[in-house]
């Protein structure tokens, strides 16, 4: 599954899929997204630079979070359910 702020794609994985990889994939897309966020909500909460910037980069860098928060809620909630499901085919 890939997300971003205005979808979500599946695609269906067959017997043979390697779910490991894709739970890799996704905690390492997950790392990456938190650092992202963590990045612009200090930028965010640095009044010198809200006092500096024009109000629409600060707009702009607003909506940027926004739209980032909720890919990485999507994310976790599909890392949660892959490895829910990896714990339940787990002899």
């Keep these: 599954m890939r997300s971003t702020a205005q979808f979500d794609l599946r695609i269906a994985y067959g017997e043979g899929a390697e ?3 894709e739970v890799a994939r996704l905690r390492k897309e997950k790392e990456r997204l938190a650092r ?3 990045s612009k909500q200090n930028r965010l909460a640095d009044e010198t630079f809200r006092s500096r910037a024009p109000a629409e980069i600060v707009r702009q860098l607003e909506a940027t979070f926004a739209e980032r928060r909720l ?3 999507k994310l976790t909630e599909r890392l949660a359910l ?3 499901h990896d714990r339940h085919r787990a002899p």
């Design 19 to 21: 779910a490991g990889a």
């Design 71 to 73: 890919e990485f809620d």
């Design 36 to 38: 992202d966020l963590e």
């Design 82 to 84: 892959l490895e829910a």
